[in-house]
């Protein structure tokens, strides 16, 4: 059953890739997104949460392109549990600076988890609510005071946002997401022009592949990934990333690197103590774009709380 399961997922992740490569389209810069989403799934993909059966609160700050004017800065809050055993449900709010736009982000997630004889599987809805807005752009003498999207933009709008995805553990060893973040996206009042907006009709995705080994007599774990992604503002990527850990995580590292348009090199470390776990990770560009600025940085603490405490308390 173990193997036709995984045969299963597998298929469905192949035939995810097939499908979606038709719907790539080229937009522009990354904004809103972590790369720490291959160890918090759940920054990515609904169908993580409440995966572990515990409670977790997370705080997570991307700062992109260091020292580059107008850099994306990112930052947000998160929580996710599991209830009723099967159920996960979360919450998160996130803002999102990039150049004179801010975004601000507030998201509920939902999942369900199907328990198989080894293996785990959360499929997962959420559905956000983001506030855009232009700022510091009023005084500006080359800006077009009749633009209709900027005075749109100066004054704020509001949009719908739907995520939704699906997560898997075969064996503890075996990983699979598939998720489509920021899917459904739609202005909740129309732009009062006649221009169109054809980002919202994108389609994002990221499909991820793990394998989870550990070497038990020297309490040591290695895990290799992959993830294929083309999420909105950002272009077609694939991140290899290559995680270890020591003495049941007291010490994390990892190498990571990015193809794409820009292809990119990073670093991880990280560490746990207790119910505390701490990554961060910087890279860097390979490629002209490293001259103009000094890498970014990346910084995530979860704080995680074990549902037996919560229920003896």
Do not use: C, W
Not at 66 to 71: I, L, N
Not at 249 to 255: H, K, M, R, V, Y
Not at 276 to 285: G, T
């Amino acid at each position: 059953m173990n193997k036709k399961l995984l045969k299963y997922l597998l298929g469905i992740g192949l035939t995810s890739i097939v499908l979606i490569g038709s719907f790539q389209i080229s937009v522009a810069q990354e904004a809103g997104y972590f790369d720490h989403h291959y160890l918090q799934p759940v920054l990515i993909n609904p169908g993580a949460t409440g995966f572990n059966g515990d409670h977790e609160f997370l705080a997570a700050y991307k700062l992109n392109y260091t020292d580059f004017p107008g850099a994306p800065r990112t930052f947000t809050a998160l929580y996710n549990g599991s209830f009723a055993d099967k159920v996960g449900l979360g919450f998160q709010i996130l803002s999102d600076h990039v150049g004179v736009t801010q975004l601000l982000h507030a998201q509920l997630n939902y999942s369900y988890r199907f328990i198989f004889d080894n293996a785990i599987v959360g499929v997962g809805l959420s559905t956000g609510i983001q506030n855009f807005k232009v700022t510091d752009v009023q005084n500006d003498p080359l800006i077009d005071p009749t633009d209709p999207l900027l005075n749109e933009g100066i004054d704020g709008y509001l949009l719908f946002d739907g995520s939704a995805g699906v997560y898997a553990e075969l064996d503890k060893k075996f990983i699979f997401g598939i998720s489509f973040p920021n899917v459904v996206k739609q202005r909740i009042a129309e732009i009062a022009s006649d221009v169109r907006i054809d980002d919202l009709k994108s389609f994002p995705y990221a499909v991820h592949f793990g394998y989870r080994h550990e070497v038990k007599n020297y309490n040591f774990q290695i895990e290799p990934s992959i993830t294929i992604k083309n999420l909105r503002y950002s272009p077609f990527l694939i991140d290899l990333n290559l995680k270890f850990s020591f003495l049941d995580e007291q010490l994390i590292g990892g190498l990571g690197y990015t193809l794409g348009e820009d292809n990119r090199a990073a670093l991880l470390l990280g560490t746990r103590l207790d119910k505390l776990k701490f990554y961060y990770s910087y890279d860097v560009s390979i490629g002209d774009l490293q001259q103009f600025n000094n890498g970014s940085h990346e910084f995530t603490l979860v704080y995680q709380l074990p549902t037996k405490m919560k229920v003896s308390e």
